[in-house]
């Protein structure tokens, strides 16, 4: 089955410097790669998601880019504020009939520093 | 706009007991997902629902069952618990042509 790594576990960063998060996954046939962010005690939020048909995607200051040979995928977020502390999931699937089960990474703990 | 929704947010069961998870999903979603988090762990695929017909299967226990019923909405049966089963279950809802999941708040589950 598939496995997705993600690193670092834990980044700190200052307020308003970017921050990188980086999986790799082990299905070729994976081609659907979400982004969550999870805060204390609530279900994982949707913040991007990309296709293997893309290359990069960009909602204001969050991107997710994609390399489908290397099977390796980042989150960027740019000018980070306190509010984007919290776990980071990147997750993958095949997508193949619509409903199938996200493969997590183990999260990274972004700690935005004032 | 509406989320997906669960119930109950908290549930307290003893060792050997049988607990019933509920969700129901964003209006108009067909296909329901239920994952398992552990502390500190990352979201765990059980199973998934398309149309009321088991569509993907994750690492679900045999002591586990879960349902869609014709609203959509789906249940999760969790039975003999067990300690190691207390952790967050989370139900996620997409539309069927897409695959963007759509996470509720969780249910916790504590076994003692």
Same mark, same amino acid.
């Given at each position: 089955?598939?496995?997705?790594?993600?690193?670092?576990?834990?980044?700190?960063?200052?307020?308003?410097?970017?921050?990188?998060i980086?999986?790799?996954?082990?299905?070729? %046939?994976?081609?659907?790669?979400?982004?969550?962010?999870?805060?204390?005690?609530?279900?994982?939020?949707?913040?991007?998601?990309?296709?293997?048909?893309?290359?990069? /995607?960009?909602?204001?200051?969050?991107?997710?880019?994609l390399?489908?040979?290397? /099977?390796?995928?980042?989150?960027?977020?740019?000018?980070?504020?306190?509010?984007?502390?919290?776990?980071?999931?990147?997750?993958?699937?095949?997508?193949?009939?619509? %409903?199938?089960?996200?493969?997590?990474?183990k999260?990274?703990?972004?700690?935005?520093?004032? | 706009?509406?989320?997906?929704?669960?119930?109950?947010?908290?549930?307290?069961?003893?060792?050997?007991?049988?607990?019933?998870?509920k969700c129901?999903?964003?209006?108009?979603?067909?296909?329901?997902?239920?994952?398992q988090?552990?502390? @500190?762990?990352?979201?765990?695929?059980?199973?998934?629902?398309?149309?009321?017909?088991?569509?993907?299967? @994750?690492?679900?226990?045999?002591?586990?069952?879960?349902?869609?019923?014709?609203?959509?909405?789906?249940?999760?049966?969790?039975?003999?618990?067990?300690?190691?089963?207390?952790?967050?279950?989370?139900?996620?809802?997409?539309?069927?042509?897409?695959?963007?999941?759509?996470?509720?708040?969780?249910?916790?589950?504590?076994?003692?």
């Amino acid at each position: 089955g598939e496995n997705v790594e993600q690193h670092p576990s834990t980044l700190s960063v200052q307020e308003g410097d970017s921050a990188v998060i980086k999986c790799t996954y082990s299905d070729s %046939a994976s081609n659907y790669f979400p982004w969550y962010k999870q805060e204390l005690g609530k279900g994982p939020q949707l913040i991007i998601d990309i296709r293997s048909n893309v290359g990069e /995607k960009k909602d204001q200051r969050i991107a997710v880019t994609l390399n489908k040979t290397a /099977k390796h995928f980042s989150l960027h977020i740019t000018e980070t504020q306190p509010e984007d502390s919290a776990v980071y999931f990147c997750a993958a699937s095949t997508g193949r009939g619509g %409903a199938d089960g996200l493969t997590f990474g183990k999260g990274t703990h972004l700690i935005i520093q004032p | 706009a509406a989320g997906v929704i669960q119930s109950p947010r908290h549930l307290i069961k003893e060792k050997r007991e049988t607990a019933t998870l509920k969700c129901y999903p964003i209006p108009r979603h067909d296909t329901v997902y239920w994952y398992q988090q552990g502390p @500190g762990q990352d979201p765990q695929f059980l199973i998934s629902f398309y149309e009321k017909m088991q569509s993907d299967k @994750g690492s679900i226990p045999d002591r586990f069952s879960a349902q869609q019923f014709s609203d959509y909405h789906s249940e999760l049966n969790m039975s003999s618990l067990e300690l190691g089963d207390s952790a967050l279950y989370f139900c996620a809802s997409s539309l069927i042509t897409q695959e963007t999941q759509y996470f509720g708040p969780g249910t916790r589950l504590l076994v003692l």
